[in-house]
């Protein structure tokens, strides 16, 4: 066989640790994005996780407002409303639970959010309790139902060091949406009127538009996981 014009150079034994040296950067690299992500996740998942929590004191809050303004012939349908959200979400919290292990968590998440705030934004516009029934209780409930089975699931995936550092800021989500939403709430709605809406419906307006936005945040920040 004929010389080689340009002979293969031997390895040489540096050649090795900086090879090695370059994947080790690459991997750290790796591990600080993902050390950067699960928190944004987690800040995420807390934002949505304070809307969820704290818009179900709307409806207490501004309860009184909503009665003087259906009369007082609306007081059983008015307590449907709850009982209806209750049904919904209690059926659809099991069965979000059986389809977060099969699909797609972040869709899950986002159709949660949307769905109840849509619901929560809608009941601003009712102009009757069986209305309210639907958008503050079945289309609440069923949002509210489909977001924390996915996200607990998801939350625990990325925090395997340190899961209970990562739910217990989770949690301080809840009480503070519950104080925030109920003193805003209580606010809004004793204000008379704005552009021809009252205060009780300007409550439903804010947070479940609030709600709405977020939700394409989640959409836009959130990974594709399943």
């Keep these: 066989a004929p010389p080689l014009l340009f ?10 640790d900086k090879t090695q040296d370059f994947y080790a950067m690459k991997l750290r690299r790796l591990e600080s994005h993902e050390e950067m992500y699960k928190w944004m996740l987690l800040a995420l998942l807390w934002g949505a996780y304070f809307i969820h929590q704290g818009s179900r004191q709307i409806y207490p809050s501004i309860l009184p407002q ?19 959200f209750a049904f919904t979400y209690g059926i659809t ?3 979000a639970g059986l389809a977060s292990d099969f699909l797609r968590r972040k869709w899950m998440i ?14 601003g516009f009712v102009a009757s309790i069986g209305l309210m029934i639907f958008t503050y209780g079945v289309l609440n409930g069923l949002g509210q139902g489909c977001y924390y089975p996915p996200a607990s699931s998801l939350l625990g995936q990325h925090f395997e060091k340190n899961r209970s550092t990562a739910f217990s800021i989770l949690q301080t989500a809840q009480y503070l949406g519950i104080i925030v939403c109920s003193l805003f709430a209580g606010y809004i709605g004793n204000i008379p009127s704005v552009g021809g809406y009252e205060g009780w419906r300007l409550a439903f307006f804010s947070v479940g538009g ?17």
């Design 7 to 16: 002979p293969p150079r031997a390895a040489k034994a540096g050649d090795y």
């Design 66 to 84: 909503i009665k003087d303004y259906f009369g007082e012939g609306s007081s059983a349908k008015m307590g449907a409303v709850m009982t209806a």
């Design 93 to 95: 919290v099991l069965f």
């Design 110 to 123: 986002v159709f949660g959010v949307l769905t109840f705030c849509t619901g929560i934004f809608l009941s």
């Design 210 to 226: 609030a709600g709405i936005i977020w939700a394409l945040v989640l959409a836009f920040l959130m990974r594709h996981s399943r």
